[in-house]
């Protein structure tokens, strides 16, 4: 486990576990994956998750997880069904997953571990941001900031940007990556 700073208990959170299948084992590893993914769906707080396959034969696979919170993600970490299935996927992996998770910023592409012939078009990346960007500072700059008028300007931006940041993290670009994801990254699959 890395020492990635955890995410507020309530926050939505992406977690990454990069792990080899055994030679010749891929095709039931994946199945295993498929499987887990199944289960994941009745877990409260499962948002969705992603299967990335390696760019090359016995390269790492990679599974992206998305849950409402910190809280849903150790339920399903704490379930008998991810035990079982567990059990089952050390038959057809090398070793244990090695996991990374994202929260913040860097949860708003996920694209920092991918293999590069998967990491969404830039130019996609900042039109998905200016959609997020634009109407969060304009819903500020229109009824939050006549309301500081009276704090001084450097103090003023500096709460004003914290909104901003706060705002498009942990709100907006949640919802715009998951409502955008076929449009960035039309290649991945579920």
Do not use: C, N
């Amino acid at each position: 486990m890395s020492s990635t700073p955890q995410a507020p208990i309530h926050a939505p959170v992406s977690r990454i576990a990069r792990r080899r299948a055994l030679a010749g084992k891929e095709a039931e590893y994946e199945t295993l994956v498929r499987e887990m993914f199944a289960r994941m769906r009745s877990t409260t707080g499962f948002i969705s998750a992603d299967l990335l396959p390696p760019e090359q034969t016995g390269d790492e696979y990679q599974v992206i997880v998305h849950f409402s919170s910190e809280a849903a993600l150790q339920e399903w970490d704490k379930s008998s069904a991810r035990s079982e299935i567990h059990a089952r996927m050390r038959g057809v992996a090398e070793s244990e997953p090695e996991y990374r998770r994202l929260s913040g910023l860097e949860a708003w592409f996920t694209s920092a571990v991918v293999p590069a012939s998967m990491h969404p078009p830039r130019l996609r990346m900042a039109i998905v941001t200016w959609l997020g960007i634009f109407p969060t500072v304009s819903f500020v700059l229109w009824f939050i900031a006549p309301l500081m008028q009276s704090v001084p300007f450097l103090l003023r931006t500096a709460l004003l940007t914290i909104l901003v940041v706060v705002t498009m993290t942990w709100v907006v670009m949640p919802r715009l990556t998951k409502l955008m994801r076929s449009w960035l990254s039309p290649a991945v699959k579920k």
